[in-house]
């Protein structure tokens, strides 16, 4: 969080360095903090109507359900609404502020596939991410990263159509130093919001094993996701982090740039908290 202080703060500086004004960069954060919060709660609604998620009962699918009910009991939560989504890619997703507002889902792609000490392991790991709240950690940094994107947009749009207020045109130095901020603040923004996303992953993975005391299924869901690795019909790159797995196309792309760690990093942890449990 300090670092997005120190990205929002010096691009505010900088412009207002060049333009000598201040209050123009305090109204587009206000703007940008109040979009930010909006998002936050209605985040999980509009997460579910992208995907196409679908709540059900226990009529409707007695398994998933069961699995889902028994993994609340164990773990103290508040029984979360459940979805499923009708697409034949594997995979899940969470959703919620808190415990008390939590959302699960699944794809009938997962079902299908998946045994039940594999799904028990994916949906302790969709329910690991409500426990620790993650929901609200990635959405506190996606507010950051939407503050930044605003006021660099704000910025460079002023600095285009409105200039300096100074008579001079403003300090070349000033100008100079707020486009290289305006144009590199959204890509490191970006870059923190991946890193805290694959962190959470590892943290999902180790809360879920640990909640089912299986680490192995876990881990051979993820073995077997890798083999039927397909991406979602309805994607969506605002809510893929969410996921169990990458919902997106595979591109070649750095690691860096990924929303989840790789499937090997994450099955040998797993195999590391096997031999100490």
């Given at each position: 969080?300090?670092?997005?202080?120190?990205?929002?703060?010096?691009?505010?500086?900088?412009?207002?360095?060049?333009?000598?004004?201040?209050?123009?960069?305090?109204?587009?954060?206000?703007?940008?903090?109040?979009?930010?919060?909006?998002?936050?709660?209605?985040?999980?609604?509009?997460?579910?109507?992208?995907?196409?998620?679908?709540?059900?009962?226990?009529?409707?699918?007695?398994?998933?359900?069961?699995?889902?009910?028994?993994l609340s009991?164990?773990?103290?939560?508040?029984?979360?609404?459940?979805?499923?989504?009708?697409?034949?890619?594997?995979?899940?997703?969470a959703t919620?502020?808190?415990?008390?507002?939590?959302?699960?889902?699944?794809?009938?792609?997962?079902?299908?596939?998946?045994?039940?000490?594999?799904?028990?392991?994916?949906?302790?790991?969709?329910?690991?991410?409500?426990?620790?709240?993650?929901?609200?950690?990635?959405?506190?940094?996606?507010?950051?990263?939407?503050?930044?994107?605003?006021?660099?947009?704000?910025?460079?749009?002023?600095?285009?159509?409105?200039?300096?207020?100074?008579?001079?045109?403003?300090?070349?130095?000033?100008?100079?130093?707020?486009?290289?901020?305006?144009?590199?603040?959204?890509?490191?923004?970006?870059?923190?919001?991946?890193?805290?996303?694959?962190?959470?992953?590892?943290?999902?993975?180790?809360?879920?094993?640990?909640?089912?005391?299986?680490?192995?299924?876990?881990?051979?869901?993820?073995?077997?996701?890798?083999?039927?690795?397909?991406?979602?019909?309805?994607?969506?790159?605002?809510?893929?982090?969410?996921?169990?797995?990458?919902?997106?196309?595979?591109?070649?792309?750095?690691?860096?740039?990924?929303?989840?760690?790789?499937?090997?990093?994450?099955?040998?942890?797993?195999?590391?908290?096997?031999?100490?449990?």
């Amino acid at each position: 969080m300090s670092l997005f202080v120190v990205i929002i703060g010096t691009l505010g500086y900088a412009y207002s360095l060049y333009s000598g004004d201040s209050s123009s960069v305090i109204i587009i954060f206000s703007i940008a903090v109040i979009y930010a919060v909006v998002s936050y709660f209605i985040s999980s609604k509009v997460a579910l109507t992208v995907n196409g998620a679908k709540p059900i009962t226990k009529q409707d699918n007695p398994r998933l359900y069961r699995i889902v009910e028994n993994l609340s009991i164990t773990t103290g939560m508040p029984m979360p609404k459940v979805y499923i989504i009708n697409d034949s890619a594997p995979n899940a997703f969470a959703t919620g502020r808190d415990p008390k507002h939590a959302h699960v889902a699944a794809t009938t792609g997962l079902l299908d596939i998946m045994s039940d000490s594999e799904l028990e392991g994916v949906m302790a790991h969709e329910m690991g991410h409500v426990q620790n709240y993650d929901i609200r950690v990635m959405m506190v940094v996606f507010a950051c990263v939407s503050v930044v994107g605003l006021m660099t947009d704000f910025i460079m749009r002023m600095m285009w159509f409105g200039g300096s207020d100074d008579d001079d045109g403003g300090s070349p130095i000033a100008l100079v130093l707020t486009i290289v901020l305006a144009l590199i603040a959204p890509t490191v923004a970006l870059l923190v919001q991946l890193a805290v996303s694959r962190k959470r992953e590892f943290l999902a993975d180790a809360t879920g094993a640990l909640t089912t005391r299986y680490p192995e299924g876990l881990a051979s869901a993820l073995r077997k996701l890798e083999k039927h690795s397909t991406s979602l019909k309805r994607q969506n790159s605002s809510t893929a982090h969410l996921f169990f797995a990458n919902p997106l196309k595979k591109r070649s792309l750095s690691k860096l740039f990924s929303t989840h760690p790789p499937i090997e990093d994450r099955v040998a942890r797993l195999h590391e908290m096997g031999g100490k449990l």
